[in-house]
């Protein structure tokens, strides 16, 4: 006899229950109040075994919650970046995560080995830990006996929620964009759409029309960077660049900015190889992702910029020129004048549009 029964567990540590009534797609709020998927799994099966007829009912109905922060990413404020991090060492890593941690909760000061390692801390947080940054004063924060102390713009309560916000839209992002079970590789293709689809060059409408681009007012504000990029959605290259590396920091690619004289990018390592991508190039004016500017070699990127190009470091003279990057893998080049049209994560397909047809790039990881 041919049944079917949707089923459901339930993982709350190592036990599992069964729960009755009919199960939906939505979210459900479990007793310590960690928001939990609800999803529905159906079973086909020929035997006729009692065995298996005993254990699901035919026409019976369950659920399966699993908690969220096992589909979803949440907030990291301690991310790292292995494709510079030993070119600054250990040391000044737990010092920039003791900083971070300090202005999350409005503390006055942190840990610190000396002057220049306090400076490239604060000069880190631009890019690693931007939701705080434009609310620091660099100037009149000081080093003092292995202490380093922080020096607010706005009172420290409100920095605090500021901070708050702009995790939360962090992981708003994220939960729209991509899984834990992507591989980087589609974390890559679905955070680069998301960019072309809702992000905007953020330039005076007239100067763009007659060719004299100058920053709108609101880009001249102190909410400047990949926090403002973040909260409002547009920017111009810093902001496009800086918010796709910091997502793919997020949730667990490793990636940094690379940039040119006048133009930045992100330069990602994916399975040993490295790649160019540029989200602000890549962004059309009908908000469709241009694969051209997508895993570039050095090759193409040199080809199209057409200028000296280097990584992005911070407090150049403390950097130790321990890394070397060389993007040469080219499997990404059948893309090259298509528009992103969807990814199939399950057979790992990416449908493109190019030359009016419907095309498909098979990727394997």
């Known amino acids: 006899m041919k049944f079917k029964a949707i089923i459901a567990l339930v993982l709350c540590g190592m036990m599992m229950t069964a729960c009755a009534g009919k199960a939906t797609e939505q979210q459900i709020e479990n007793t310590d109040n960690v928001v939990t998927e609800v999803s529905t799994v159906t079973i086909e099966s020929n035997e006729t075994s009692s065995n298996v007829t005993g254990a699901f009912e035919e026409g019976t109905e369950y659920s399966i919650e699993q908690n969220s922060s096992d589909i979803y990413y949440s907030f990291n404020p301690h991310v790292d970046v292995p494709l510079i991090h030993d070119s600054y060492g250990d040391d000044a890593w737990n010092s920039f995560y003791d900083l971070c941690d300090a202005v999350r909760d409005g503390d006055d000061g942190f840990a610190c080995a000396d002057e220049d390692t306090f400076r490239l801390c604060l000069d880190m947080m631009r890019a690693f830990f931007p939701g705080a940054y434009p609310y620091i004063d660099l100037n009149n924060s000081y080093f003092s006996d292995g202490i380093g102390y922080i020096v607010y713009l706005i009172p420290k309560n409100e920095v605090v929620?500021?901070?708050?916000?702009?995790?939360?839209?962090?992981?708003?992002?994220?939960?729209?964009?991509?899984?834990?079970?992507?591989?980087?590789?589609?974390?890559?293709?679905?955070?680069?759409?998301?960019?072309?689809?809702?992000?905007?060059?953020?330039?005076?409408?007239?100067?763009?029309?007659?060719?004299?681009?100058?920053?709108?007012?609101?880009?001249?504000?102190?909410d400047v960077g990949i926090r403002k990029g973040i909260m409002t959605r547009s920017g111009v290259c810093a902001e496009f660049s800086g918010v796709y590396?910091?997502?793919?920091?997020?949730?667990?690619?490793?990636?940094?900015?690379?940039?040119?004289?006048?133009?930045?990018?992100?330069?990602?390592?994916i399975n040993g190889n490295e790649y160019h991508i540029d989200p602000t190039w890549g962004t059309t004016k009908n908000h469709t992702a241009n694969l051209t500017y997508f895993m570039m070699t050095d090759a193409e990127r040199k080809a199209n910029i057409k200028k000296r190009i280097f990584p992005l470091k911070f407090r150049y003279k403390y950097f130790n020129n321990c890394m070397s990057y060389s993007a040469v893998d080219e499997r990404f080049q059948v893309l090259r004048g298509g528009t992103f049209l969807s990814m199939d994560t399950e057979n790992k397909v990416v449908y493109y549009e190019l030359g009016g047809e419907t095309c498909e790039y098979h990727y394997d990881a």
């Not at 992002?173 to 960019?195: G, H």
């Not at 949730?251 to 390592?269: E, K, L, P, Q």
């Open 161 to 222: 929620e500021k901070e708050r916000e702009f995790e939360q839209e962090v992981e708003n992002i994220l939960r729209e964009c991509v899984t834990k079970d992507y591989t980087d590789v589609e974390k890559c293709f679905a955070l680069y759409d998301y960019i072309a689809r809702n992000y905007g060059i953020d330039w005076e409408e007239d100067d763009v029309v007659t060719g004299k681009a100058e920053f709108s007012e609101d880009h001249k504000s102190e």
């Open 245 to 269: 590396t910091y997502l793919l920091l997020q949730c667990g690619v490793d990636a940094m900015t690379y940039g040119a004289n006048g133009h930045r990018w992100s330069y990602v390592r």
